[in-house]
């Protein structure tokens, strides 16, 4: 079971158990889980930590990822995720949501709703997604500054600095950008948009003793890498940011146009989680089981065929 049941909680706060991680062997594999759902699933499947990005957050709010949402928006998401699964959870911040002081109120903030990292970018306002075209950068001060609030105000949560800078100013002043981050407090460091194999080795080459994490979105300038090749090529952390939103959104798609096409679901049930399926996830049965006023459910078996 989950959040409700006292001896299931997690022990110990989010960032310290992220850090117990990241002290192991091997590289850390952080799927994107965009809702509470999506975070059972990939605990189920194994993993041991999370990822939650701002794009796949404003995507499932229906708006595009140009630094929009607020703080507050994103610990609902936060708020969800790490009480249905239990698991450490980075959290995109974006770039801060302002400046120093907001970036002190962004830190304890997160840290409240469950957080166990955040990563903040050096993106001007309106931010763009890592892997597109005519991003604006922050002065590297600026940024720094950024960086050392929200050190300075986090109890345990593990503070990431993200470069843009490889696009716009190259190799030599992302990695110029990231040891000037990582002297102002940052934990690890995101080389983001890097665009071949040889980019990732040099940029680990040059921030050595660093923990680094690698970026493997779909659709944008990282070719497709495995995370034992992220390991090999010297990062500690990699992420899948929008891969389980990018899956749920086609489905759903698909589903609607069957829906248009053919007059309701009959065609798609293969494709559906079933009830019990979908009751075993979220452990229906188990908080059934927490009040005895309820009766237990009896899950319905297939679909009754029509006479």
Not at 7 to 12: C, E, I, R, Y
Request: glycine fraction near 8%; hydrophobic fraction near 45%; proline fraction near 5%.
């Amino acid at each position: 079971m989950s959040y409700l049941v006292a001896a299931d909680l997690p022990q110990g706060q989010a960032g310290d158990r992220l850090r117990a991680l990241l002290a192991r062997p091997g590289i850390l594999r952080m799927p994107g889980a965009h809702n509470g759902m999506a975070s059972l699933q990939a605990k189920q499947a194994g993993f041991e930590a999370l990822y939650l990005s701002g794009a796949a957050m404003t995507a499932s709010m229906g708006i595009p990822d140009l630094g929009m949402i607020t703080v507050d928006e994103v610990c609902f998401f936060i708020r969800q995720i790490t009480r249905a699964s239990g698991l450490p959870v980075l959290v995109d911040g974006d770039t801060g949501y302002g400046e120093a002081l907001n970036c002190m109120h962004m830190v304890r903030s997160f840290e409240d709703a469950g957080a166990a990292a955040v990563h903040i970018e050096d993106q001007l306002l309106p931010k763009k997604c890592g892997h597109l075209n005519d991003k604006k950068l922050a002065d590297p001060m600026d940024m720094a500054a950024k960086v050392a609030a929200c050190a300075k105000a986090r109890r345990h949560l593990v503070v990431l600095a993200r470069t843009d800078a490889a696009a716009s100013e190259g190799m030599d002043g992302a990695v110029a950008r990231a040891k000037l981050f990582v002297e102002a407090g940052a934990d690890a460091i995101f080389p983001e948009a890097l665009h071949d194999a040889e980019m990732f080795r040099e940029f680990a080459r040059r921030m050595p003793g660093v923990p680094l994490l690698a970026n493997m979105t779909e659709f944008g300038r990282t070719p497709f890498f495995t995370a034992s090749e992220f390991e090999e090529m010297g990062y500690k952390m990699v992420i899948w940011p929008v891969s389980s939103l990018r899956v749920a959104s086609k489905a759903s798609a698909e589903l609607y146009a069957a829906i248009a096409k053919d007059g309701g679901t009959q065609n798609k049930l293969d494709a559906m989680q079933t009830r019990k399926e979908l009751y075993a996830t979220i452990d229906y049965h188990g908080y059934e089981s927490l009040d005895a006023s309820l009766v237990a459910t009896i899950t319905p078996e297939g679909m009754p065929q029509r006479s």
